[in-house]
Structures are given as structure tokens and as C-alpha cells.
């Protein structure tokens, strides 16, 4: 059974919680610290042993102008997570499992 | 193993597919369990099979944004993904990462030491697994008294609740996570999540999703579609600026993301079998893992957090496919005796 000063207690304890998680931002923010700078690193990629190929052609656009390669980095990344997610999803349907919308149960 | 091998131009070196589709499965599991990026596995991992740190990171980046997109639209068709909240939200957690990466700049200038930064992560990730495992046990120990008395209990009214209450317009309402809230709310836990995770140098994930739950009072299966559409823009413009800085080495990215897209279909479909509170238990059960490794970094012992981290990952992973498999075996068994009754 729980009392009233049990009530009380727990929410306090509600509300330290919560102060803590202010505390916590704002500490953060006045002391987190970036560490030492990472040394120079050469954007260069090695392409004298590689053959031509669909790994070379990345390695040239590395090499030739960083932003197309930051470009080539989004659409490869989002159009492959498209694709193996239409894949992969049928890929689960043939299991058997029923995956239509589910109810949320705590 | 020869056959294995690729060589990645980027970072420079030959590595093992095997192990990239190894990583990129665990963490894809993990992920589209908990609406997580899952870096603090990928970064220690990759660094550990001899990537250095920058490549790692930015590969991390890359490939988290493709596995999001598959976790996210697996979450969306079970119902999981509050649009209009992950959107609301986006925009503060744009504003909160800018304002992050100011403050870690500035402090960058004042010279301050690195150690800090590790400090306030391990406060911080103590402070959100204590409150998700001691409302995770309020939960069970509530549950058992209802099964032992018929009264109804006047549970404290949660921070969610609370924070619902302020009603400052405009008025929004969330029809996934079925709530109604002042649009200042999710901005504002955007903003500070975004300035939390920029100072810490982390996704975000593992701040957000139980701030969707605890902050926000998303049900924990939205909390974590949601937290995923997030990761998903987040880890899109990471893998850009990372891009840019040429600090993502994208053939790696490419198998990790193969291996992470078989697993985050996994971790999401396991999520249809277990409770909210289940999800809950084995996040602030991961949340300790990680404080822990952090700590053994801080103490100097870098190789016996990342082998930690690889682990604990694993073990994880194995958790939930077992959960999955239960489930899985619990549905078949269900429908052949629906199937045997009807006959």
C-alpha cells in the first residue's frame, strides 16, 4: 500500500530527476570539452593498384572534388537503404509473420 | 579469407566483408530495436579493426542514415512513426545541434580538456538508465499489486503528463503517439536533445528516444519509429558534412549497410512481440554498457571497452532475435489452432 508520504517521496524524487536532467543540459554545456584537435589527415585515396571498376570510379570522385563525393555519400546511402528496404521487407513477408499495424502494448 | 577481402581507398587499408557485414547486422538489430544510430558500436568497432577514429566515425554516419530509412519504413507501416512529431521536432534538433557545435568550438578555443566531455557523458547516461530501470521497476512492482488488491492506485502523475498541461499556443495534436501538447514541447526537447548530443559528440538516439517517452509521453513502439525518422535525417546530413571532409569511406559504408539492413528488419519486427516495458528493461540495460564502456576509456583501458562494446553488442542482438524467434513460433502456434478450431 502505498501512503501518502510515499506519494510525497516519489515526487520529489520526480522532480530531483527532472532537475538533474537541467542540470545535467547545462553542466554539459558549460563543461564538455572538444578534446585535442585531430591531426591532418590526407584526403587522397590511393587508386594506383585498383583496376577500373565501380570502386575506382568513387576513389576518382573522391580524389577529383570532395563536394560530389559528400553528394554521391547521401544519394548512394539513401537510395541502397531504399532498395534493401523493399527487399528485405518482402524478403520478412515470406516468413509468415504478419506485419500489418500493430497496437501498442506497455 | 583472401576472397573476403576488399580494399578500401578511403581509409586506406584492405578489410574483411565478413566483418562489415557483421557490424553493420548487430548494430541494424539494435537499432531498429531501439530507435537508436547504434555508433557507440560502430565507432569502437571499426577503430579497433584499425580504422582511425575520424573514417570510422564518418563511415558510421553514412551507412546509419541508409539503415535508418530501412528501420523506419518497416516502424512506419506498423504505425510506429509519429510524422508531425519527428518533423516538430527536427527543427529544434537542427537549432540544438548548430548550438552544440558553437558551444564545443568555443570551448575548443578555451582549451579544455577532453575528459570533461567523458565525464558528463558517463553522468548523463547513468542518470538516464537509473530512470528508465527504476520506472521500468515501479512498473512491475505496480503491475503485481494490482494483481493482489482491486483498488485503484493514485500513481504520482508522470513528467509527460505534466508537461502536457502547459498549454501555450499553438496546440498540436500527434494522432500516432495519441497526444495533444503545445508545439513549444517537442521543439524545445529537440533543442535540448540536439545541444546534448552535439556537446557530447554523439547521434542523439539513446537521448531522444526515452525523452519521446518520458518528456514527450510517446508509447515507447512510436518512441522508438519516431527517434529512427530522426536518426534518419540526422545520420543523412552527418554522412554529407562527413562526406565533404572526406572522412567516409563509402565502399565500407555500402557492406556495412548491406549486413544493417537484414538486421534493422529484424530488430523492427521484433518489436511487435514484446512490451514497451521489455523494450525499456534491455535499454537502460544497454544505456549501463555503453556508461561503462566510457568509463573504462576514461580510465585508459581503450581496448577493454571497445571488446566490451563488441560483446555486449552481440549479446544484445542475440537477446532480441531470440525474442523475435519466440514470437515469431508464439504467432504460428496461435493461427495452426485458430485454423484447427475453425475446421
Redesign the interface.
Known amino acids: 500500500m ?1 501512503t501518502a508520504s510515499g ?1 510525497r517521496w ?2 520529489r524524487a ?1 522532480r530531483l ?2 532537475a ?2 537541467v542540470w ?2 547545462a ?3 558549460a ?8 591531426s591532418k ?1 590526407v ?1 587522397v ?3 594506383r ?2 583496376g577500373p571498376g565501380l ?2 570510379w ?2 576518382d570522385i ?1 580524389n577529383d572534388n ?2 560530389w ?6 544519394v ?3 537510395s ?3 532498395v ?6 518482402r ?2 513477408g515470406l ?8 497496437s ?3 | 579469407m583472401e576472397m573476403f577481402t576488399v580494399y578500401l581507398p578511403v581509409a586506406g587499408m584492405h578489410f574483411n566483408v565478413l566483418v562489415l557485414l557483421l557490424i553493420g547486422f548487430t548494430v541494424g538489430v539494435c537499432g531498429g530495436f531501439f530507435g537508436i544510430g547504434g555508433a557507440w558500436i560502430v565507432t569502437p568497432a571499426l577503430n579497433i579493426f584499425g580504422f582511425a577514429m575520424p573514417y570510422a566515425i564518418g563511415t558510421d554516419l553514412a551507412h546509419m542514415g541508409g539503415k535508418s530509412i530501412v528501420s523506419t519504413m518497416r516502424h512506419r507501416k506498423f504505425g510506429n512513426v509519429d510524422l508531425r512529431l519527428g518533423v516538430s521536432m527536427i527543427v529544434g534538433t537542427t537549432v540544438g545541434m548548430e548550438l552544440g557545435a558553437r558551444v564545443v568550438m568555443a570551448l575548443e578555443r578555451a582549451g579544455l580538456a577532453e575528459s570533461y566531455i567523458r565525464v558528463m557523458y558517463i553522468v548523463f547516461l547513468l542518470l538516464i538508465g537509473s530512470y528508465v530501470l527504476t520506472d521500468y521497476l515501479r512498473h512491475t512492482r505496480r503491475r503485481r499489486y494490482q494483481e493482489v488488491e482491486t483498488g485503484v492506485h493514485a500513481e504520482p502523475e508522470p513528467l509527460a503528463k505534466r508537461l502536457q498541461h502547459f498549454r501555450i499556443p499553438p496546440m498540436v495534436h500527434f494522432p500516432a503517439s495519441g497526444i495533444t501538447c503545445s508545439l513549444w514541447l517537442p521543439v524545445l526537447v529537440g533543442l535540448t536533445t540536439g545541444v546534448v548530443a552535439a556537446v557530447l559528440g554523439v547521434g542523439g538516439g539513446f537521448i531522444r528516444m526515452p525523452a519521446l517517452i518520458y518528456l514527450i509521453g510517446c508509447p515507447t513502439a512510436v518512441a522508438v519509429g519516431t527517434d529512427l525518422f530522426e536518426v534518419m535525417i540526422t545520420g543523412a546530413y552527418g554522412a554529407f558534412t562527413y562526406g565533404v571532409k572526406g572522412r567516409v569511406d563509402l565502399v565500407a559504408a555500402m557492406w556495412m549497410l548491406l549486413g544493417a539492413s537484414v538486421g534493422a528488419q529484424l530488430g523492427t519486427v521484433a518489436v511487435k512481440y514484446v512490451t514497451g516495458y521489455s523494450i525499456r528493461l534491455l535499454f537502460a540495460i544497454t544505456i549501463f554498457i555503453a556508461c561503462a564502456s566510457v568509463l573504462l576509456k576514461q580510465l585508459e583501458l581503450q581496448l577493454a571497452s571497445s571488446i566490451m562494446i563488441l560483446t555486449a553488442g552481440g549479446v544484445i542482438s542475440a537477446v532480441i532475435i531470440s525474442w523475435l524467434i519466440g514470437g515469431v513460433r508464439r504467432e504460428r502456434s496461435l493461427r495452426r489452432e485458430r485454423g484447427r478450431l475453425n475446421l
Not at chain 1, 69 to 74: F, H, T
Not at chain 1, 95 to 102: H, S
Open positions: 502505498i506519494r516519489r515526487a520526480g530527476t527532472a538533474c536532467f545535467a543540459c553542466a554539459g554545456t563543461m564538455a570539452a572538444p578534446g585535442k584537435p585531430a589527415l584526403n585515396a590511393d587508386t593498384d585498383m570502386n575506382r568513387m576513389a573522391y570532395l563536394w563525393y559528400g553528394i554521391l555519400v547521401v548512394v546511402m539513401s541502397m537503404g531504399l534493401l528496404g523493399l527487399f528485405t521487407d524478403l520478412v516468413l509468415g509473420i504478419n506485419l500489418g499495424r500493430i501498442h502494448h506497455e
